[in-house]
């Protein structure tokens, strides 16, 4: 057994432990500094992309490409809840915290997976959450966990009993706006944005003081009147621009940056009536931690007119002195972004793309006059849910490879005028598949993001929902529509062992460990796995 | 190496229905049934003969339903063609009501709010819809083209349709059971299914959580033993194969024991091209299955 991931952890709390029950309170807090220094302590997944970079890797490798065979299932959690079950769940000494759907949030033994506490929210009876009353999990912070709620409110509940300790609306749900992402805590703040994409709301991301609720800092990300960009929207379009950030961004520490990416423009399939580039719809957007004042903005699609939220995890990257950000796109490219200007470096393709056939001068995709929506409808590749979707990528630094699990669909788009009221659907038309259109499937993708070139692909029979995770195992981990979990070797993409869970799966998976044994956690169907070595 | 398969894709597909089809569809659907009771309790819809309702209506259809009802609900591959007078759940308003808020329990039709497409109705809008629906109804005839006990005789018979399907629980497996086609789809889609069979594969296997059901496939594998087996996929993931064979045997199959493992397009069912069944004889046919699937 190779214990070198162990040698490792060098968590400040289990040196302090020997001297007593002050050591362990002082152990149950969860501090900033911790989070910036989550490699340090690998049995715990801290934060949702389990380090500020987004690199959803682990430097665990008890369980590796020689052990992984021997995987086998520790414990189970049911929910007892039906609809997709998106979490990706923290683990922080000993207790594991997990999000269900209609906003459950749960705590276990992450030894036993036996239950500690659950909260569940009583929603309103009228929220129309466009895709699944779903969330994606908590961040913790000090002794709290946070998170949003599908009626548009802030929580913290205590780690220890699930007690709500703040409670903070943030706008009318009515008007279509939700939180289904997990917050990012940063500092002493709580951030995270908002969801309703498909309503026309006007998007925003929030920071919230983690002890009081008190809102410090809301960065809308469709500009209002004398701000910058604001002329990028036709009219009073600004108002119900859209723009949601419904997933979890990421966050340099060294230049106390945050890098947060925004959804679609509404109506989503009709650019009639915000003529212009809709900033910051679409967009990669730094923003400084303290203020969220803007730093730059890099706006991966213009003038949007498929649904492609960029709301994918944007990944920091190292390349020697170059600090970069890489994001597959939904729109079917992969970036490369200097994360200290907004720079564009790189676009290529890494699935089927037919909106864009050129480059303008900066290197960004152009879309092709005849990508638009029509009223009678056209065939674009890649379809609406898009090359990849809010399912977390993965970056090992071992192999040097960036996973992501990559969709191959087109779809029929269509356009119609669509008055907009409030808080009903507003996606002025649709899309759909046609009677000619291939077979949908899937593929996890190794991508080289020097190049953008993929060095190995894995496919599914149908495209998968699932994030990806990689450890210094030297393997990545993903799950299937089909219900597989699976592990594959992260050089060759040859699959090494996998699990039916009997249920799709809809989340990423992390990996954490106790008394020197690795685990790996996948939820799955209505259902928490996690497996072991024997 | 990632397991390969052999996908041949010369032929188009039904690829998916939008069938999120969940408990938790069922728990909203509970809860939208409480909510909307007072709604549903009017039997005419408020809107009838309002061309703008109709309008409004349309978008609401695109959104909602033309994912597999098609543009103009002329029918998408998943769903029927919606403008016939002639349906199966009803054709009432309160009955399209009812379909569209509650589904139809037991068919690809979900409860409003959980197709995975939109993101519901309200009552009003479901009654624009309805208003559209009205506005693109075609009259059908009362009594469709050809002779459904002749039709019965073929299909049972020389025609040998019920080789491989069956219809009210007599017949073939390895096909679709055919008892509610004649319900669900328009005499012209069936008659293309039995000319053209690998244009569409029909979907087979559907679960609640997943996006795409499984399809009537052809599969041809040889087993560590050289056996060679063909059939129809009736599930297939990454790592093992179910199938049933000709005979209507079933077999269970992991991949990496297979010597090897083909998928196809192109389906199992024969082209009935004119010189094997003529038009009168398949008007007839389809005369039977739309008298059985609409009855």
């Not at chain 1, 498929?306 to 939904?330: F, K, Y």
């Amino acid at each position: 057994m190779r214990i070198t991931g162990f040698a490792k952890l060098g968590c400040a709390c289990l040196v302090l432990l020997a001297v007593g029950v002050v050591a362990i309170n002082a152990c149950a807090q969860v501090t900033f500094v911790r989070i910036v220094n989550s490699a340090k302590e690998p049995q715990n997944w801290l934060t949702y992309s389990g380090d500020y970079a987004g690199h959803r890797f682990s430097s665990l490798d008890q369980i590796n490409t020689s052990t992984v065979h021997s995987l086998v299932v520790k414990w189970v959690y049911q929910t007892g809840a039906t609809g997709k079950f998106e979490t990706t769940p923290l683990v922080v000494d000993g207790i594991l915290y997990g999000t269900g759907p209609e906003n459950r949030v749960f705590a276990l033994d992450a030894h036993t997976g036996r239950p500690i506490w659950l909260y569940q929210r009583q929603l309103p009876a009228d929220i129309r959450p466009c895709c699944g009353r779903v969330n994606r999990g908590v961040a913790i912070l000090g002794d709290k966990v946070f998170f949003g709620t599908l009626d548009a409110h802030v929580m913290a509940l205590d780690a220890k009993t699930g007690n709500v300790i703040w409670d903070v609306n943030a706008v009318d749900y009515k008007n279509g706006y939700s939180f289904t992402p997990a917050p990012l805590a940063v500092k002493n703040l709580i951030v995270l944005g908002v969801s309703g994409g498909e309503y026309g709301i006007r998007g925003f991301i929030d920071a919230y003081d983690a002890d009081t609720g008190q809102r410090k800092w809301r960065f809308y990300t469709v500009p209002g009147p004398g701000e910058p960009g604001h002329d990028t929207w036709e009219g009073d379009s600004w108002k119900i621009g859209g723009a949601p950030a419904w997933i979890t961004g990421t966050y340099d520490p060294e230049t106390n940056q945050l890098f947060w990416p925004t959804g679609n423009p509404s109506p989503s399939n009709r650019g009639e009536g915000r003529v212009g580039d809709n900033l910051y719809s679409n967009t990669l957007l730094a923003l400084d931690a303290d203020t969220g004042k803007l730093s730059w903005h890099f706006q991966f699609t213009r003038h949007d007119e498929h649904d492609w939220d960029s709301t994918q995890v944007p990944v920091m990257i190292d390349e020697g002195a170059r600090h970069l950000i890489a994001q597959a796109n939904r729109n079917g490219f992969f970036y490369m972004v200097d994360r200290t200007s907004g720079k564009l470096l790189l676009a290529n393709p890494y699935g089927k793309v037919t909106w864009s056939d050129s480059k303008d001068a900066e290197g960004r995709p152009v879309a092709a006059k005849e990508s638009s929506p029509t009223p009678e409808g056209r065939r674009v590749c890649p379809g609406a849910a898009g090359t990849t979707n809010w399912m977390s990528p993965t970056f090992d630094s071992q192999t040097g490879l960036f996973y992501v699990n990559a969709r191959e669909q087109c779809d029929i788009f269509s356009t119609a005028p669509q008055p907009y009221e409030a808080g009903h659907a507003y996606y002025g038309s649709a899309y759909f598949p046609a009677d000619d259109t291939e077979p949908y499937w899937g593929a996890l993708r190794a991508i080289d993001p020097a190049t953008g070139k993929i060095k190995w692909e894995f496919p599914h029979p149908s495209p998968s929902w699932s994030g990806v995770l990689s450890t210094a195992g030297g393997l990545v981990f993903t799950g299937d529509a089909e219900g597989n979990f699976i592990a594959l070797d992260a050089a060759s993409g040859k699959p090494l062992w996998h699990f039916q869970t009997g249920g799709a799966v809809y989340a990423a998976p992390i990996t954490f460990a106790l008394d020197r044994k690795q685990y790996i956690a996948i939820a799955a169907g209505s259902s928490l796995y996690t497996f072991s070595l024997p | 190496m990632p397991v390969k398969t052999d996908h041949v894709l010369e032929h188009t597909s039904w690829s998916l229905l939008a069938l999120l089809i969940s408990a938790r569809g069922w728990i909203a659907f509970l809860m939208l049934t409480l909510a909307s009771a007072g709604l549903c309790a009017q039997d005419h819809n408020p809107f009838a003969g309002d061309p703008k309702a109709a309008k409004v209506g349309e978008f609401q259809f695109r959104i909602n339903c033309a994912f597999c009802h098609g543009l103009g609900a002329r029918g998408g591959g998943r769903g029927p063609d919606l403008r016939r007078s002639q349906k199966r759940h009803g054709n009432s308003d309160i009955d399209l009501f009812r379909t569209i808020n509650q589904g139809i329990p037991g068919t690809a039709m979900p409860p409003n709010g959980t197709t995975g497409q939109g993101v519901g109705m309200t009552a009003e809008e479901i009654w624009q819809v309805i208003s559209y629906l009205r506005s693109v109804q075609v009259k059908t005839a009362e009594q469709p083209p050809g002779d459904p006990a002749h039709g019965k005789q073929l299909f049972y018979g020389d025609a040998s349709c019920s080789g491989c399907h069956m219809v009210d629980g007599k017949g073939g497996r390895l096909g679709p059971d055919l008892s509610g086609v004649g319900g669900a789809r328009a005499a012209d889609y069936i008659v293309d299914s039995v000319r053209n069979p690998s244009r569409r594969l029909a979907p087979g296997l559907t679960e609640a959580t997943k996006e795409f059901p499984q399809e009537y496939e052809k599969v041809t594998v040889v087993t560590s033993e050289g056996t060679e087996i063909t059939g129809v996929t009736l599930n297939e993931d990454s790592f093992s194969v179910q199938l049933m064979d000709a005979n209507e045997e079933l077999h269970f199959l992991e991949k990496d024991g297979l010597r090897s493992f083909k998928k196809s397009r192109v389906s199992l069912m024969p082209a009935y091209k004119t010189s094997l069944l003529n038009d009168k004889d398949l008007e007839d046919i389809v005369a039977y299955l739309l008298s059985v699937g609409t009855k």
